[in-house]
């Protein structure tokens, strides 16, 4: 079966711009999982969803994060605007219950931000 | 604070030697517990999970919930172990709403 995609692998932006990230998930799961890794760190959940729906977002920071899931498959993860800090690798993940099981990752969009 | 921590950033070996990379947590309830690998260049994939009781690569990890520990072991470790290792329980009080949450992580470097 095809794995995660993600999309773009790396992207260079200056602070205060705002970038986009999109994932595709595995067809038929319906969690979805963002994370943020910071270099040297281990990842850090943003968000989880489950179908359309937003099961968790306590950790993502609302006043420059957002993220969507539309139509319970693809979702898009927006950073506006972009702060130094920001700069590390940013997974999506996907598993098939909500239970999670076994998730399976994405190579993850590499962020810097100058 | 609930936490999953892994004390180590590094642990090195050499091959053939035993290897056991530690974890504790402290949430409450009764997480399932996850290993979960990345190897140079490669996705993050799952290694283990304690319900399961197997033993892929050699690796086996043995739940303690009286010490809340999850440290995973292989008698003799091999070159192509190396990797970066992350402990994962799954929390969130009931099957509905479990998130996936990681540590730290450990390197494992095994030297020839």
């Known amino acids: 079966e095809a794995g995660v995609a993600q999309s773009p692998r790396y992207k260079i932006i200056e602070k205060r711009q705002s970038v986009a990230f999109w994932c595709n998930p595995i067809?038929?799961?319906?969690?979805l999982y963002w994370y943020q890794q910071i270099l040297g760190q281990g990842p850090k959940l943003l968000i989880q969803?489950?179908?359309?729906?937003?099961?968790?977002d306590s950790q993502l920071p609302k006043d420059r994060f957002s993220a969507e899931r539309l139509k319970g498959v693809d979702s898009t993860l927006k950073i506006q605007p972009a702060k130094l800090e920001d700069s590390a690798v940013y997974l999506c993940a996907s598993s098939s219950s909500r239970t999670s099981v076994e998730a399976f990752f994405g190579q993850g969009t590499r962020l810097t931000v100058v | 604070a609930q936490r999953v921590t892994q004390p180590e950033k590094l642990l090195s070996v050499f091959k053939g030697a035993p290897v056991e990379l530690k974890c504790n947590y402290s949430?409450?309830?009764?997480?399932?517990l996850f290993w979960y690998v990345q190897y140079s260049r490669q996705r993050l994939q799952l290694l283990l999970r304690h319900i399961s009781r197997e033993s892929i690569k050699g690796f086996t990890a043995d739940l303690n919930k009286g010490e809340t520990s999850f440290h995973l072991k292989k008698p003799f470790a091999q070159e192509e172990d190396s990797a970066m290792y992350y402990c994962a329980p799954l929390v969130g009080g009931s099957s509905n709403t479990g998130k996936l949450i990681f540590g730290q992580g450990t390197t494992l470097q095994v030297k020839p």
């Open positions: 969803f489950q179908n359309n729906g937003v099961v968790d």
């Open positions: 067809s038929g799961h319906a969690t």
């Open positions: 949430y409450s309830g009764s997480p399932e």
